[in-house]
C-alpha cells in the first residue's frame, strides 16, 4: 500500500463519518423535536461561557396609590451558563497493509467501513453522555422527580409531566430505555409509526404526540441493591434540554511500524464536542477542564442557575 493509499483511507474514513454524521444529526434533532440538540460549534478552550440576564422575581407588586413609604429594590442581575467541553477518541485500529492486499480489498473500502462505524458510535456516544449529565443535573431538583412504585406506564409519565404543572406542554420529548417502553406498550398503546432508526437508537411517537426516543442508553439504568428490583429512568425534555455542540476538531493519525512478522499499521482519531444542560452550569472548579464520566455524572458538579424549575431542561422518571 502506497503512500497515497494512506491519504485516501484517512480521507475516505473521515467524509464517510463526517456525512453520515451531518445527516443522521439532522434526523434526529427534527425526530425529537428540538428537546436533544446536536449541532456544530467550534467552541475554543475548555468551556463555552454565555452571559444571560436573570429574572427578576417579584417584579411586580401591589402599589398603594396614596402610601409615601419606601419600596425595596431589585437588582438585574447576570448569569453565566456553562458547558464543558468533553474530549473523545479512539483506540488504535489494526489495519496492516498486507491484510488488505491478502483480501484484495481497497482502501477506499476501508475507510467507510470505518467512517460509518465511527459515526455510529460517536453519535451513541454523545447521545449516551448527554443522558448521563441530564440525569445528574435534574435529580437534584426533587420537586422534578417523580418515583413511580411500579413498571413504567403512561400513569407514570402523567404524574412526572405534571411536575412542569401549567408548563407541561413545554415538555416535547421522552427518552426512555426498551425495558420501559415494553411495559408502556404491554398497557395497550399502540403506535405503527417509526420515525427515525440509526444504530441502537430508535425514535418512535406515542399517542400524545410526544415522541419516545427508545435507546438502552447504560444511563437509564441502575442496578438494583441487595436483591432490589432495577431502576430505569426516563427524561421528560424540554426544547432545548440537552445542547450537544460538535467542535469540527476531528484528528487522525495512521502509524506505521517495521520489526514484527508483518508490517504493523493503526490507524487512530480523536475529537471533542461541548456539552451543556439547560437551566444549569458546568461547576468549572469542582468539575474541572476534559472530565471523566465520573465527574460528568456527578450531580454536584451542575450548578442550578434558573430561577424557576419550570425553566429547567424537564422532568425525571424513575420507574421499576
Not at 69 to 76: D, I, M, P
Request: negative net charge; contains cysteine.
Amino acid at each position: 500500500m502506497a503512500l497515497s493509499d494512506l491519504a485516501v483511507f484517512s480521507e475516505y474514513a473521515y467524509t464517510a463519518m463526517t456525512e453520515m454524521q451531518d445527516q443522521q444529526v439532522q434526523l434526529f434533532n427534527t425526530a425529537t423535536r428540538g428537546g436533544i440538540v446536536l449541532q456544530t460549534g467550534n467552541h475554543q478552550g475548555d468551556y463555552s461561557e454565555q452571559a444571560i440576564w436573570a429574572k427578576i422575581s417579584g417584579l411586580v407588586r401591589r402599589r398603594n396609590a396614596y402610601g409615601s413609604g419606601t419600596v425595596a429594590e431589585k437588582e438585574l442581575q447576570h448569569l453565566v451558563d456553562t458547558t464543558v467541553k468533553v474530549a473523545a477518541g479512539t483506540p488504535p485500529v489494526r489495519i496492516d497493509p498486507g491484510m488488505l492486499k491478502w483480501i484484495q480489498r481497497s482502501p477506499e473500502e476501508a475507510g467507510v467501513v470505518v467512517g460509518r462505524q465511527l459515526a455510529e458510535d460517536s453519535i451513541a456516544d454523545m447521545l449516551n453522555t448527554a443522558i448521563l449529565c441530564y440525569v445528574a443535573a435534574i435529580r437534584q431538583v426533587e420537586t422534578l422527580v417523580y418515583e413511580h412504585d411500579g413498571s413504567a406506564s403512561l400513569i407514570a409519565l402523567n404524574k412526572g409531566a405534571s411536575r412542569f404543572g401549567d408548563r407541561a406542554s413545554a415538555l416535547v420529548v421522552w427518552v426512555l430505555h426498551s425495558k420501559s417502553a415494553f411495559d408502556i406498550y404491554g398497557e395497550a398503546l399502540t403506535n405503527a409509526n417509526r420515525l427515525f432508526v440509526f444504530g441502537t437508537v430508535r425514535v418512535i411517537e406515542d399517542g400524545f404526540g410526544r415522541p419516545l426516543v427508545v435507546t438502552d442508553s447504560p444511563y437509564l439504568m441502575e442496578e438494583g441493591e441487595e436483591g432490589a428490583p432495577d431502576k430505569y429512568h426516563i427524561l421528560g425534555l424540554s426544547s432545548g434540554a440537552i445542547l450537544v455542540s460538535q467542535n469540527g476538531d476531528f484528528t487522525d493519525n495512521i502509524e506505521t511500524k517495521n520489526g514484527y512478522e508483518n508490517i504493523i499499521r493503526t490507524y487512530q482519531a480523536e475529537w471533542s464536542y461541548n456539552l451543556g444542560v439547560k437551566g444549569f452550569s458546568w461547576d468549572k472548579t469542582n468539575g474541572g477542564k476534559s472530565p471523566t464520566n465520573a465527574a460528568l455524572g456527578t450531580s454536584a458538579n451542575w450548578i442550578r442557575y434558573a430561577t424557576s424549575d419550570k425553566d429547567l431542561a424537564g422532568v425525571l422518571v424513575t420507574a421499576q
